[in-house]
């Protein structure tokens, strides 16, 4: 039996494989919290729900999640460009401005998140729902973008017909419920974040469970939408990593059932199970991506040689110096906001 993703690999490219697939975890968990609280947002304005504690704290720390999140975007796009170099330059050169549109779509959707942290519970009923269901445009729009961008990365066939059709967009069978997958799975995780910070019990369950029943829907139409070739990637050692996903998912859900049936918080059993599933899930999915490299032995081997070269180079210390003065300064930064959030409320 092949060993799990990313033992098996040449040592360089398991290093590389695997800090992409860290690093990218720490990405998606702020993403999906910016992503799903602005989706709760867009529940909560149309249902009129002034003087809402989940509205109110949601509107608090979403700004600062986006930050978090953007940042943290940028170490998997480093080393995303030494483990697949050319899938990842050639989805760019051939997305070009359609795929950077997602950075004015950003700056909106900043602003319009402190735009709506600023105006608070005292904005129109009208405006309650406007701003977030923009915001969420933006956020959805950046999100369904990099999914677009990660499958035409990998979908080396269309690439020729592309670029001679001068076409930019990308519509493959796997982009929407790929993104579809992402954004259900934003809810438990910012169903998660809102019961820690506001102890709403039943509303958060209710939350994260709509989104796991979203990731199984979707996970069922992503995988009905691949080729034989990319679903041989989920044999082998990666049957751990799906095994590990589905035990992840299944705790999640008697977590959650927990909370909403039985009033019982479990913070411990609902952290260690979500990141379970944000782990396997990285890992599946770079698995995914190894299968769609270039089959032919001297193309892999190339490749192996690139990873061992870029080992070469040096620099992990510095690496790993950056990654722990991030990780204090996020940690000091949090406190912060949430002292600064209790001494306003308090005032
Ligand atoms: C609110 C804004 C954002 C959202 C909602 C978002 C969401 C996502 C999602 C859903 C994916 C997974 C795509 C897939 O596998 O189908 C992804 C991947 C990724 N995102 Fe973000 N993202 C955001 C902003 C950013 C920014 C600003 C950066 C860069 C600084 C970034 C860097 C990445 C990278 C490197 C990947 C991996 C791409 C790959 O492996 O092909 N993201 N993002």
Known sequence: MDL?????????????????ALTFSMHLVFAQLVLGGTSWLV?????NAQHDNVA????????????????????????????????????????????MAILP??????????????????AQRSWRVLLPILTLAAFAFTGYSWSEQHALAQ????????????????????????FVFFASMSLPAVALA???????????????????????????????????????AWNGGNLAWSIALAVGVATAAVGWGLVRFRSRIRPALLVSSWLVVVLSIAALREALRIASLPSRAPAREQLANTHEHALEVGGFLVFLFFALFLACLFAWLSRRVASELSRSRGA
């Open 4 to 20: 799990p993703f990313p033992f098996g690999l040449p040592f360089a490219s398991a290093f590389y494989e695997a800090l992409l």
């Open 43 to 47: 529940i909560l304005g149309i249902k």
């Open 56 to 99: 109110r704290t949601l509107r608090d720390w979403l700004p600062f999640a986006l930050g978090i999140a953007i940042t943290l975007g940028v170490a998997p796009l480093l080393f995303l460009q030494i483990v697949d170099k050319q899938g990842f330059y050639t989805a760019g050169l051939l997305g070009s401005h359609r795929f």
């Open 105 to 122: 779509a950003l700056i909106v959707g900043f602003y319009l998140l402190y735009l709506q942290k600023k105006l608070g519970d005292t």
């Open 155 to 178: 979908d080396r066939d269309v690439w020729v017909s592309m670029y001679a059709a001068s076409r930019m967009h990308y519509s493959g069978a796997e982009v929407l419920p790929r």
């Open 194 to 232: 809102a019961l820690l910070l506001t102890r709403e019990a039943k509303r958060c369950a209710g939350v994260a469970w709509l989104g796991i029943v979203g990731m199984l829907v979707s996970a069922a139409w992503l995988v009905a939408t691949m080729s034989p070739t990319r679903l041989e």
